[in-house]
Protein backbone atom coordinates (compact mmCIF):
# COMPACT_ATOMS: atom_id res chain seq x y z
CA UNK A 1 0.00 0.00 0.00
CA UNK A 2 1.09 3.66 -0.77
CA UNK A 3 2.04 5.77 2.09
CA UNK A 4 -0.77 8.35 0.94
CA UNK A 5 -3.27 5.22 0.67
CA UNK A 6 -3.81 5.62 4.78
CA UNK A 7 -5.04 9.31 4.64
CA UNK A 8 -8.45 9.97 4.97
CA UNK A 9 -10.52 10.72 1.89
CA UNK A 10 -12.09 13.92 2.82
CA UNK A 11 -15.19 14.60 0.80
CA UNK A 12 -16.02 10.57 1.65
CA UNK A 13 -15.45 11.54 5.05
CA UNK A 14 -17.62 14.74 4.79
CA UNK A 15 -20.71 12.58 2.79
CA UNK A 16 -20.24 9.60 5.53
CA UNK A 17 -20.95 12.43 8.61
CA UNK A 18 -23.43 14.22 6.37
CA UNK A 19 -25.75 10.82 6.33
CA UNK A 20 -25.08 9.60 10.29
CA UNK A 21 -26.14 12.92 11.63
CA UNK A 22 -29.42 11.41 12.35
CA UNK A 23 -28.23 8.24 13.95
CA UNK A 24 -25.06 10.10 16.05
CA UNK A 25 -26.02 11.26 19.05
CA UNK A 26 -27.30 7.45 19.73
CA UNK A 27 -24.80 5.14 19.01
CA UNK A 28 -21.99 8.00 20.22
CA UNK A 29 -21.51 7.07 23.24
CA UNK A 30 -17.95 6.48 23.66
CA UNK A 31 -17.67 9.92 21.80
CA UNK A 32 -19.65 11.79 24.39
CA UNK A 33 -17.80 9.65 27.56
CA UNK A 34 -14.43 11.14 26.05
CA UNK A 35 -16.14 14.82 25.49
CA UNK A 36 -17.15 14.63 29.01
CA UNK A 37 -13.96 13.73 30.14
CA UNK A 38 -12.12 16.43 27.98
CA UNK A 39 -14.50 19.11 29.71
CA UNK A 40 -13.74 17.92 32.56
CA UNK A 41 -9.89 18.83 31.99
CA UNK A 42 -11.00 22.46 31.90
CA UNK A 43 -12.44 22.63 35.32
CA UNK A 44 -8.55 22.86 36.62
CA UNK A 45 -7.50 25.26 34.26
CA UNK A 46 -7.83 28.89 35.31
CA UNK A 47 -8.85 30.50 32.45
CA UNK A 48 -12.25 33.03 31.85
CA UNK A 49 -12.86 32.47 27.74
CA UNK A 50 -15.07 35.26 26.10
CA UNK A 51 -14.60 33.58 22.84
CA UNK A 52 -14.86 29.72 21.63
CA UNK A 53 -14.22 27.77 19.08
CA UNK A 54 -15.94 24.02 18.90
CA UNK A 55 -13.75 22.35 15.90
CA UNK A 56 -15.40 19.43 14.40
CA UNK A 57 -18.14 20.10 17.05
CA UNK A 58 -20.33 17.37 15.16
CA UNK A 59 -24.04 17.84 16.83
CA UNK A 60 -22.81 19.80 19.65
CA UNK A 61 -22.83 17.34 22.49
CA UNK A 62 -19.92 19.37 24.40
CA UNK A 63 -21.52 22.92 23.50
CA UNK A 64 -23.92 23.01 26.98
CA UNK A 65 -20.91 21.96 28.86
CA UNK A 66 -18.89 25.01 27.35
CA UNK A 67 -22.04 27.11 28.48
CA UNK A 68 -22.25 26.03 31.90
CA UNK A 69 -18.20 26.38 32.66
CA UNK A 70 -18.28 29.92 31.02
CA UNK A 71 -21.13 32.08 31.50
CA UNK A 72 -20.13 35.01 29.46
CA UNK A 73 -18.60 32.89 26.76
CA UNK A 74 -20.18 32.94 22.74
CA UNK A 75 -19.38 29.57 21.01
CA UNK A 76 -19.29 29.19 17.79
CA UNK A 77 -19.59 25.49 16.49
CA UNK A 78 -17.96 24.49 13.24
CA UNK A 79 -18.06 21.39 11.48
CA UNK A 80 -17.03 20.17 7.70
CA UNK A 81 -21.11 18.27 7.99
CA UNK A 82 -24.03 20.52 7.85
CA UNK A 83 -26.37 18.25 8.99
CA UNK A 84 -24.00 18.07 12.05
CA UNK A 85 -24.82 21.31 12.74
CA UNK A 86 -28.38 21.12 12.15
CA UNK A 87 -28.42 19.76 15.43
CA UNK A 88 -25.61 21.95 17.34
CA UNK A 89 -27.36 24.87 16.26
CA UNK A 90 -29.89 23.54 18.99
CA UNK A 91 -27.76 23.46 21.76
CA UNK A 92 -27.77 26.09 24.65
CA UNK A 93 -31.05 28.44 25.46
CA UNK A 94 -32.41 32.05 24.14
CA UNK A 95 -29.56 34.07 23.17
CA UNK A 96 -26.80 31.52 23.83
CA UNK A 97 -26.97 29.04 21.19
CA UNK A 98 -23.33 28.71 19.28
CA UNK A 99 -23.10 30.50 16.00
CA UNK A 100 -22.69 27.52 13.78
CA UNK A 101 -20.21 27.96 10.90
CA UNK A 102 -19.99 24.57 7.72
CA UNK A 103 -16.17 24.54 6.91
CA UNK A 104 -12.69 23.01 6.74
CA UNK A 105 -10.73 22.86 10.19
CA UNK A 106 -7.57 22.86 8.08
CA UNK A 107 -8.81 26.14 6.15
CA UNK A 108 -10.30 28.38 8.86
CA UNK A 109 -12.64 31.09 7.89
CA UNK A 110 -12.08 33.28 10.94
CA UNK A 111 -9.46 36.35 11.36
CA UNK A 112 -6.23 36.24 13.54
CA UNK A 113 -6.62 36.21 17.43
CA UNK A 114 -9.99 35.67 17.19
CA UNK A 115 -10.29 32.53 20.14
CA UNK A 116 -8.86 32.26 23.61
CA UNK A 117 -10.24 28.72 24.05
CA UNK A 118 -10.85 26.16 21.23
CA UNK A 119 -11.50 22.57 21.81
CA UNK A 120 -11.82 19.48 19.93
CA UNK A 121 -13.01 16.23 20.05
CA UNK A 122 -12.26 13.44 18.13
CA UNK A 123 -12.15 15.32 15.15
CA UNK A 124 -8.38 15.68 14.48
CA UNK A 125 -7.96 11.95 13.18
CA UNK A 126 -9.82 12.66 9.95
CA UNK A 127 -7.68 15.79 9.20
CA UNK A 128 -4.82 15.48 6.25
CA UNK A 129 -1.79 17.28 7.87
CA UNK A 130 -1.80 18.08 11.54
CA UNK A 131 0.93 20.29 11.53
CA UNK A 132 -0.92 22.88 9.02
CA UNK A 133 -4.17 22.16 11.16
CA UNK A 134 -2.45 23.43 13.85
CA UNK A 135 -0.79 26.25 12.11
CA UNK A 136 -4.11 27.21 11.35
CA UNK A 137 -5.06 27.37 14.95
CA UNK A 138 -2.51 29.31 15.86
CA UNK A 139 -3.65 32.07 13.73
CA UNK A 140 -6.73 32.81 14.89
CA UNK A 141 -6.36 31.71 18.42
CA UNK A 142 -4.88 34.27 20.39
CA UNK A 143 -2.26 34.97 22.54
CA UNK A 144 -1.96 32.88 25.57
CA UNK A 145 -5.32 31.17 24.53
CA UNK A 146 -6.07 27.70 25.37
CA UNK A 147 -6.29 24.40 22.54
CA UNK A 148 -7.44 21.03 24.12
CA UNK A 149 -8.51 17.88 22.46
CA UNK A 150 -8.61 14.42 21.89
CA UNK A 151 -7.90 12.00 18.74
CA UNK A 152 -7.43 8.38 18.08
CA UNK A 153 -4.32 6.82 18.40
CA UNK A 154 -2.99 3.76 16.34
CA UNK A 155 -4.10 0.90 18.32
CA UNK A 156 -7.51 2.08 17.98
CA UNK A 157 -9.87 -0.91 16.28
CA UNK A 158 -6.39 -2.62 15.89
CA UNK A 159 -8.71 -6.01 16.33
CA UNK A 160 -10.87 -5.00 13.03
CA UNK A 161 -7.55 -4.07 11.53
CA UNK A 162 -6.03 -7.26 12.01
CA UNK A 163 -8.72 -8.99 11.27
CA UNK A 164 -9.34 -7.61 8.17
CA UNK A 165 -5.42 -8.32 6.98
CA UNK A 166 -6.05 -11.76 7.56
CA UNK A 167 -8.94 -11.51 4.06
CA UNK A 168 -7.16 -8.65 1.96
CA UNK A 169 -4.56 -6.48 1.27
CA UNK A 170 -7.07 -3.42 0.79
CA UNK A 171 -6.76 -0.77 3.80
CA UNK A 172 -10.07 -1.28 5.95
CA UNK A 173 -9.83 0.72 8.58
CA UNK A 174 -8.49 4.54 9.29
CA UNK A 175 -5.07 5.13 10.30
CA UNK A 176 -4.24 7.09 13.68
CA UNK A 177 -1.33 9.54 14.42
CA UNK A 178 0.96 8.55 16.88
CA UNK A 179 0.60 10.66 20.46
CA UNK A 180 4.17 11.97 19.70
CA UNK A 181 4.05 12.94 16.42
CA UNK A 182 1.01 15.46 17.41
CA UNK A 183 3.02 16.77 20.23
CA UNK A 184 5.59 17.64 17.28
CA UNK A 185 3.36 18.70 15.35
CA UNK A 186 2.04 21.26 17.88
CA UNK A 187 5.70 22.20 18.78
CA UNK A 188 6.64 22.87 15.24
CA UNK A 189 3.59 25.40 15.23
CA UNK A 190 4.70 27.24 17.96
CA UNK A 191 2.14 26.05 20.57
CA UNK A 192 3.95 26.40 24.08
CA UNK A 193 4.21 23.78 27.06
CA UNK A 194 2.14 20.65 25.47
CA UNK A 195 0.94 18.12 27.14
CA UNK A 196 0.12 14.47 26.18
CA UNK A 197 -1.25 11.60 27.82
CA UNK A 198 -2.99 8.40 26.40
CA UNK A 199 -5.91 6.07 27.83
CA UNK A 200 -6.91 2.81 26.92
CA UNK A 201 -10.50 2.02 26.77
CA UNK A 202 -12.31 -1.18 25.03
CA UNK A 203 -16.03 -1.85 24.07
CA UNK A 204 -17.52 -5.11 23.65
CA UNK A 205 -19.78 -6.32 21.09
CA UNK A 206 -21.96 -9.49 20.60
CA UNK A 207 -20.28 -9.97 17.02
CA UNK A 208 -18.49 -8.00 14.33
CA UNK A 209 -21.48 -7.29 12.72
CA UNK A 210 -22.84 -4.83 15.48
CA UNK A 211 -19.54 -3.14 15.97
CA UNK A 212 -19.86 -2.18 12.09
CA UNK A 213 -23.30 -1.12 12.18
CA UNK A 214 -22.05 1.72 15.33
CA UNK A 215 -19.07 2.72 13.47
CA UNK A 216 -21.62 3.63 10.19
CA UNK A 217 -24.19 5.27 13.03
CA UNK A 218 -21.63 7.68 13.84
CA UNK A 219 -20.47 8.42 10.16
CA UNK A 220 -16.75 6.35 10.92
CA UNK A 221 -16.57 4.92 7.77
CA UNK A 222 -13.22 3.63 6.13
CA UNK A 223 -12.70 6.56 4.28
CA UNK A 224 -9.15 5.89 3.63
CA UNK A 225 -7.34 6.42 0.16
CA UNK A 226 -6.27 2.91 0.04
CA UNK A 227 -9.95 1.45 0.44
CA UNK A 228 -11.60 -1.08 -1.68
CA UNK A 229 -13.95 0.32 -4.45
CA UNK A 230 -16.94 -1.52 -4.44
CA UNK A 231 -18.91 -4.02 -2.76
CA UNK A 232 -17.24 -6.55 -0.35
CA UNK A 233 -18.52 -9.97 -0.92
CA UNK A 234 -20.28 -12.01 1.23
CA UNK A 235 -17.02 -14.41 1.48
CA UNK A 236 -14.78 -11.66 2.60
CA UNK A 237 -17.03 -11.02 5.19
CA UNK A 238 -17.87 -14.54 6.32
CA UNK A 239 -13.47 -14.88 6.45
CA UNK A 240 -13.54 -11.28 8.50
CA UNK A 241 -15.89 -12.73 10.37
CA UNK A 242 -13.90 -15.37 11.82
CA UNK A 243 -10.80 -14.01 11.73
CA UNK A 244 -12.14 -11.41 14.69
CA UNK A 245 -13.30 -14.64 16.30
CA UNK A 246 -10.64 -15.74 17.76
CA UNK A 247 -10.62 -12.36 19.88
CA UNK A 248 -13.75 -13.55 21.61
CA UNK A 249 -13.53 -13.71 25.60
CA UNK A 250 -16.46 -14.34 27.89
CA UNK A 251 -18.56 -14.91 25.15
CA UNK A 252 -17.90 -11.35 24.05
CA UNK A 253 -15.98 -9.48 21.05
CA UNK A 254 -13.71 -6.43 22.00
CA UNK A 255 -12.42 -3.37 20.38
CA UNK A 256 -9.84 -1.47 21.50
CA UNK A 257 -9.73 2.43 21.90
CA UNK A 258 -6.22 4.34 22.33
CA UNK A 259 -7.83 7.87 23.07
CA UNK A 260 -4.85 10.53 22.38
CA UNK A 261 -5.62 13.32 24.99
CA UNK A 262 -3.53 17.11 24.24
CA UNK A 263 -3.25 20.51 25.49
CA UNK A 264 -1.25 23.52 24.80
CA UNK A 265 -1.13 27.40 24.80
CA UNK A 266 -1.01 29.77 21.66
CA UNK A 267 1.86 31.33 21.83
CA UNK A 268 2.59 35.32 21.03
CA UNK A 269 6.12 35.05 19.62
CA UNK A 270 8.56 32.98 17.71
CA UNK A 271 10.04 30.17 20.38
CA UNK A 272 11.97 27.48 20.12
CA UNK A 273 11.46 24.50 22.19
CA UNK A 274 13.35 21.18 21.67
CA UNK A 275 11.81 18.05 20.53
CA UNK A 276 13.27 16.11 23.09
CA UNK A 277 11.25 18.52 25.49
CA UNK A 278 7.71 17.06 25.25
CA UNK A 279 9.60 13.43 25.53
CA UNK A 280 11.08 14.81 28.93
CA UNK A 281 7.08 16.17 29.75
C1 LIG B 1 -16.44 11.72 15.73
S1 LIG B 1 -17.27 13.19 15.32
C2 LIG B 1 -17.08 14.13 16.83
C3 LIG B 1 -18.17 15.18 16.95
C4 LIG B 1 -18.17 15.96 18.27
N1 LIG B 1 -16.94 16.66 18.49
C5 LIG B 1 -18.49 15.08 19.45
O1 LIG B 1 -17.82 15.19 20.47
O2 LIG B 1 -19.47 14.31 19.39
C6 LIG B 1 -16.14 14.00 14.23
C7 LIG B 1 -16.72 15.28 13.62
O3 LIG B 1 -15.66 15.95 12.93
C8 LIG B 1 -16.19 16.48 11.73
N2 LIG B 1 -15.08 16.64 10.79
C9 LIG B 1 -14.36 15.68 10.17
N3 LIG B 1 -13.41 16.22 9.39
C10 LIG B 1 -13.54 17.56 9.52
C11 LIG B 1 -12.84 18.67 8.96
N4 LIG B 1 -11.83 18.50 8.10
N5 LIG B 1 -13.25 19.92 9.30
C12 LIG B 1 -14.28 20.10 10.16
N6 LIG B 1 -14.98 19.09 10.71
C13 LIG B 1 -14.61 17.84 10.41
C14 LIG B 1 -17.23 15.46 11.29
O4 LIG B 1 -18.15 15.99 10.38
C15 LIG B 1 -17.83 15.05 12.62
O5 LIG B 1 -18.96 15.82 12.94
Not at 57 to 66: E, K, M, Q, V
Not at 114 to 137: G, K, P
Request: hydrophobic share 40%; net charge neutral.
Amino acid sequence: MQPGEQLPDKVMARRSFEAAAESYDQAAVLQQEIGARLLQRLDIMKIQPQRILDLGAGTGGCIPGLYSRYKKAGVVALDIALPMLRHARRRGRWLRRPQCVCADAERLPFADNSFDLVISNLMLQWCLDTASLFAELQRVMRPGGLLLFTSFGPDTLHELRDSWRQVDDYSHVNAFQDMHDVGDALLRARFADPVMDVERLTLTYPDVWQLMRELKQIGAHNVTGGRPRGLTGKTHIQRLVEAYEKYRRDGVLPASYEIVNGHAWASSQECSVSLEDIGRR
